[in-house]
């Protein structure tokens, strides 16, 4: 049981280290005496055990590092060095790290490496090498190719699943080796046979180049300074918030920087297993702790983290750059040294906004409409030390003018500026200097102290907080625009009204849609404080229920946001010009019908003015829903739990040595490598096994395997075979139209068939009887859309099998979209082809279809009793009685399967549509009409006086 010393202290290592399931010492204390009770032997006493421990984790983890700000707090930073250096040491991590920036073109897009904000760095500052059992390839330097071609590679980059590099060629002359200037040759990485230090040594250092001034330095210096091993680099987004450390309502603030390595896939830094906290602090600032952060991604430029490659076994070195910074929006705000949400310039990405006498003009509301002149790290930390020289003065009014007009404000210049105002009025009242003077004294002063003035983010090389803050769709769109629209809804409800809509929104097909089952009642009745979850609910339901409940700009706004939203959650862009031409239209439909609805919301709400920066986002990080920040808001439930139990006294180091021990375990256990003793060791085997074979550790670690469904895979009812077991014959399937041929099937009129009761689509999903799906079939161009009733398989087969037939009811798509939806209607076809029976694996993708109760004009009817505590009572429950099952909506809200969808139907049927083709036009009667309301409400309000 290596690192143990016996299983029964391994399993307490465990016990006392899951994330979700904190025990307090008193606990741990009746653990050991229960087990000594039952005359366990090796259990240790608990001070040997918390020893052990200790030693465990100097041994194979890391001890959080004590920090003092430039503010005077002191609190406790996990080494993030550590960190990913147990990421690459995991073998089951390191297997899925990438290194390179891929091209893909138009697209798919779904990860970060495919997008932009890879690219943007130097070559030299992505991982700069290529390694083949450790002979490495950098960039800048020659090489030979198996042709015995020099070339010098300028990048390294990923192409339809190679590795590429951009190469200089290397032209051979009889006087010598001439570096062409001009052009680019692309070689696959498997080309390259001679490294540079063999060739140089092959020519005794002396390659014969023609004109030595234009060759770069060779070895290059990132050689040098990984000395020998192999070199990467890894981005680390760093995520910060305040978070209450009580379960209690009784706020018990700390602000918390946690990070995940994202050279991981989107998918997997979904799970929570892949967060890594970094520090907390009850008092240190985010700019404080960010400072010590900073520092320590900074010295890994100079000193790269040393680490074992559990893939490659080897060892390597690693650079950490920060790619980004994803948070909530007041969050990102500050990271970026903006005033946030209650500034005149509400975008922190850029300079939009302004005095009221500006934004409500008909220019300056339409302007509101579209990105601004670009924010940058510069231009902010210009207006930062302009604030810091005005400070010496002594007068503090033209900062605060210059904070108004510009919305840059720093919480540590601030303390700065604060110091340097009272140090100049000091001066100025107790001597008789002249302004010049003091401040002339007061700056020789400033620049002699140490530290930072300002934003540590500000000054990382290769991130730009202004740039580099994406907006974040569960606070911007969940929490803001879907709330906003929410809110609109129910404020004007009569109680009456809201019973109505919580009926329907009851009554609503939640297949498809990957949505817990819905509240509507208990949504209704605590309208005010609904959580992220909610408004996906009523994001991709709320149109088919507010028919009668809304006038037409508020059904246009849910409309809009109904179209962003699923554009906004899908995984992977198929098309990229596709997809931005209709994010563009949709963010501007949703500005338009806000326009519509209530123009002070588009000068007030920050919200609002960041959603056009979305385009730009996604082009540069990818899929909005991959840097959604849902995984940390999670991973809050376990710091809660660790703060709970933590001593109090230092909460920062307490809570932190506690992450640096859960981190410890799961490497452990997941066979994770520690240096000891002059080597790279890992766990015993059977320490190994227990992750893989203890489902129930491996719920707690939150663990998951990869469970991948095969498409067109039946499953059966797994309880009384014999009764489900019918002839060919008395199927549907024998009575309907087949779609396709399945030669193979044995179909005479006597074979044996059993009921399925689901089937696995070709993207993965579930697919029951009932559901909604489309399918492909041969001979008909475009896909069928239907419900599936049956699912029958051959009883040769065993339980599962892949060869089933599918039969589903077809109903027609219409050509064109819905008038009032704009979504594809569905009308059940003609009785003659009506059922149409397909092979499973011809089943594309379960979709969400919702009645179209508005043409049906469907009613709330009694339907049964209402169940409480797993008894039926005498309360009747009301639902609605859907007036025919002819007519029905696709719904293009849906965010499971948006991308698929959009993919498989015509364009013109997916396509989202400009509400208004004047935009300018419509902007300005929206500003004057804001104009007329705003003179109105000061005219009321005078009148009250
Ligand atoms: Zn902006
Ligand atoms: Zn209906």
């Not at 996990?78 to 899925?96: G, K, L």
């Not at 102290?449 to 580099?468: I, K, Y």
């Not at 009569?494 to 498809?512: V, Y």
Request: aromatic residues 8%.
């Amino acid at each position: 049981y290596s690192p143990y010393p016996n299983k029964v202290t391994m399993l307490l290592d465990i016990l006392d280290n899951l994330p979700r399931l904190r025990m307090s010492s008193a606990q741990f204390k009746l653990i050991l005496w229960l087990l000594e009770q039952c005359n366990i032997p090796g259990v240790p006493s608990f001070d040997a055990f918390r020893k052990f421990q200790s030693e465990l984790r100097k041994r194979c983890g890391s001890e959080p590092q004590p920090f003092t700000s430039m503010l005077g707090n002191h609190f406790h930073v996990n080494n993030i060095r550590d960190s990913v250096a147990r990421d690459f040491s995991n073998p089951e991590i390191a297997q899925h790290l990438r290194f390179y920036p891929e091209d893909v073109g138009q697209g798919p897009l779904s990860e970060v490496w495919q997008a932009q904000r890879w690219k943007e760095f130097d070559p030299s500052e992505l991982t700069p090498m290529y390694s083949r059992h450790g002979v490495q390839f950098y960039i800048g330097e020659v090489a030979l190719l198996r042709s015995q071609q020099p070339v010098i590679p300028q990048a390294w980059v990923m192409r339809q699943g190679q590795l590429y590099a951009d190469c200089k060629t290397v032209t051979v002359l009889p006087e010598g080796w001439r570096i062409n200037v001009d052009g680019v040759e692309s070689h696959l990485a498997d080309e390259f046979s001679i490294n540079y230090p063999t060739l140089s040594l092959r020519y005794s250092d002396k390659i014969p180049w023609t004109d030595i001034l234009s060759v770069p330095q060779m070895p290059s210096k990132l050689r040098e300074l990984a000395g020998g091993d192999d070199l990467y680099v890894v981005m680390c987004p760093l995520w910060c918030d305040d978070v209450s450390g009580n379960q209690s309502k009784q706020y018990n603030k700390h602000i918390n920087i946690y990070m995940v390595n994202s050279n991981l896939p989107g998918r997997l830094l979904q799970q929570e297993y892949f967060v890594r906290f970094v520090s907390t602090s009850p008092h240190a600032s985010a700019l404080e702790q960010f400072a010590a952060v900073t520092e320590q991604v900074k010295e890994t430029h100079q000193n790269p983290v040393r680490c074992f490659n559990a893939v490659t076994h080897r060892p390597c070195r690693v650079i950490l750059r920060i790619p980004s910074l994803p948070a909530d929006n007041p969050q990102q705000s500050e990271e970026c040294s903006h005033m946030g949400g209650n500034a005149n310039l509400k975008c922190r990405k850029c300079k939009n906004g302004g005095p009221l006498e500006e934004t409500g003009t008909d220019s300056g509301y339409h302007a509101l409409h579209f990105a601004g002149e670009p924010r940058t790290a510069e231009y902010t930390r210009s207006i930062l030390l302009r604030q810091i020289h005005l400070a010496m003065y002594g007068v503090e009014k033209p900062i605060k003018d210059l904070q108004t007009a510009t919305g840059v404000k720093d919480k540590i210049a601030q303390h700065w500026i604060d110091t340097l105002l009272e140090k100049s009025r000091h001066l100025s009242s107790t001597t008789n200097l002249t302004h010049e003077q003091i401040y002339e004294q007061i700056s020789v002063w400033f620049y002699e102290q140490p530290g930072q003035w300002m934003n540590p983010l500000l000054s990382v090389p290769g991130l730009d907080p202004c740039r580099d803050t994406p907006v974040e769709i569960l606070h911007t769109i969940l929490l803001g625009v879907a709330k906003y629209v929410w809110w609109f809804l129910h404020n004007g409800w009569k109680e009456n009204e809201q019973n109505i809509f919580a009926l329907r929104l009851q009554s609503t097909d939640i297949d498809g849609l990957n949505v817990p089952p819905i509240r509507a009642a208990y949504m209704m009745q605590y309208r005010n404080n609904l959580i992220g979850k909610h408004f996906k609910t009523l994001m991709q339901t709320m149109v088919f229920h507010v028919h009668g409940l809304v006038n037409h700009a508020q059904f246009n706004l849910i409309k809009s946001l109904g179209s962003l939203g699923a554009l906004l959650w899908i995984p992977e862009i198929n098309n990229l010009d596709t997809y931005f031409i209709d994010l563009r239209v949709a963010i501007a439909n949703v500005l338009d019908s806000m326009d519509d609805l209530e123009p002070s919301k588009i000068i007030q709400k920050m919200k609002l003015q960041v959603l056009i920066h979305l385009e730009e986002d996604i082009r540069r990080f990818g899929p909005a829903v991959r840097y959604s920040t849902e995984i940390f808001e999670c991973f809050n439930a376990v710091f809660r739990l660790c703060s709970i139990l933590s001593n109090h006294l230092a909460p920062s180091r307490d809570i932190a040595t506690k992450f640096a021990s859960m981190d410890r375990i799961k490497h452990i256990l997941s066979g994770g490598y520690w240096y000891e003793d002059g080597s790279w060791v890992c766990a015993s085997k059977n320490v190994l096994q227990l992750l893989h074979e203890e489902p129930v550790l491996q719920n707690h670690l939150g663990w998951a395997p990869a469970c991948e469904r095969s498409a067109g895979i039946c499953g059966i009812h797994s309880s009384n075979h014999l009764l489900m077991i019918v002839v060919w014959e008395t199927t549907r399937a024998s009575k309907s139209v087949w779609a396709t041929p399945e030669d193979l099937l044995s179909t005479s009129p006597e074979s044996k068939w059993r009921f399925g009761v689901s089937v696995t689509s070709n993207v993965g999903d579930l697919c029951k009887v009932g559901s909604w799906v489309l399918v492909s079939a041969s001979g008909v161009q475009q896909v069928v859309a239907g419900r599936i009733c049956e699912i029958v398989v051959q009883t040769s087969s065993i339980r599962v099998q892949d060869r089933g037939l599918v039969t589903v009811e077809q109903f027609y798509m219409s050509s064109e979209p819905h008038p009032e939806f704009d979504m594809p209607s569905l009308r059940r076809a003609d009785q003659h082809s009506q059922y149409l029976t397909v092979g499973s694996k011809d089943i594309l993708c379960l979709c969400s279809v919702q009645h179209n109760c508005r043409a049906g004009g469907c009613m709330a009817q009694a339907s049964h009793n209402e169940r409480q505590e797993r008894q039926e009572t005498t309360r009747v429950v009301h639902a609605i009685q859907h007036s025919d099952d002819d007519q029905f909506i696709l719904n293009l809200h849906a965010l499971h399967n948006a991308g698929h969808i959009r993919k498989l139907l015509p364009r013109n049927l997916v396509a989202v549509k400009p509400l208004y083709a004047d935009r300018k036009l419509h902007h300005c009667m929206a500003a004057s009409k804001l104009r007329t309301d705003n003179a109105q409400k000061r005219e009321k309000a005078q009148a009250k006086r």
